[in-house]
């Protein structure tokens, strides 16, 4: 397994400002991963974290409101850019070793747009 | 249509009781299964993890994946009232690295 902390684990920003979101695990891991996850519905994911080069992302999110960096393979952080209250939500951060192994989350940062 | 469909209960049971909780999916292409529970204000923690069809067992829980009707399920014994939490469903596939989650079922064990 691996162990993976999240730190903030909660904020209540104002709108327009900025987060940042820190993802440490504790070995070494191949791929990371951002998800947001509103009440009552599944886990989406934002974009895949790649070490050394630009994050790979999904449809609907664009780098510039959520730029990521990935310096190293245990480390990852992800920023929530001009904060508008649509963007309250639980953001999780997940690794996996291989692509052919299962996904270990964090604990989530719950944040509050007001 | 989703890739992957979950129903979202709420599911209620006595202590003690076995609960079966579900998912079906779209994609055949989909090879890894996993369950994860997420308790409240929590992340999701890993539960089982199978890549066959068939059942696969850890203490009382048990995984079972019915490829050809594209549909898994998980199993919990000798339900716990620790058990209540929600349950996600989640798969993958050898030609992305996306997992895809159904949304999640509430279980809540009454003691």
């Known amino acids: 397994s691996a162990v993976i902390s999240q730190k903030p684990s909660r904020d209540i920003c104002q709108r327009g400002t900025s987060l940042t979101i820190q993802c440490q695990v504790d070995s070494q891991v191949t791929m990371m991963f951002w998800y947001r996850q509103q009440p009552g519905q599944s886990l989406t994911l934002i974009a895949t974290a790649n070490q050394g080069s630009e994050a790979t992302y999904e449809s609907g999110f664009v780098i510039d409101k959520f730029p990521i960096s990935r310096p190293n393979l245990t480390f990852s952080t992800l920023t929530v850019s001009n904060m508008s209250p649509e963007d309250s939500s639980i953001y999780l951060c997940?690794?996996?070793?291989?692509?052919?192994?299962?996904?270990?989350f964090g604990q989530g940062t719950r944040l509050t747009v007001v | 249509q989703k890739e992957v469909e979950q129903d979202p209960g709420p599911l209620s049971v006595p202590e003690g009781a076995i609960v079966s909780l579900n998912c079906t999916y779209s994609n055949s292409a989909f090879q890894y299964f996993m369950w994860y529970r997420q308790y409240s204000r929590k992340g999701p923690e890993l539960l089982m993890y199978?890549?066959?069809?068939g059942n696969k067992e850890d203490g009382r829980f048990t995984a079972q994946v019915d490829k050809s009707s594209k549909y898994i399920s998980l199993f919990i014994r000798d339900s716990q009232p620790s058990d209540s939490a929600t349950y996600l469903c989640a798969m993958g596939s050898n030609t992305g690295n996306q997992f895809y989650f159904g949304t999640g079922t509430s279980l809540t064990v009454i003691p």
């Open positions: 199978t890549y066959s069809s």
């Open positions: 997940s690794a996996r070793r291989g692509s052919d192994t299962e996904a270990f």
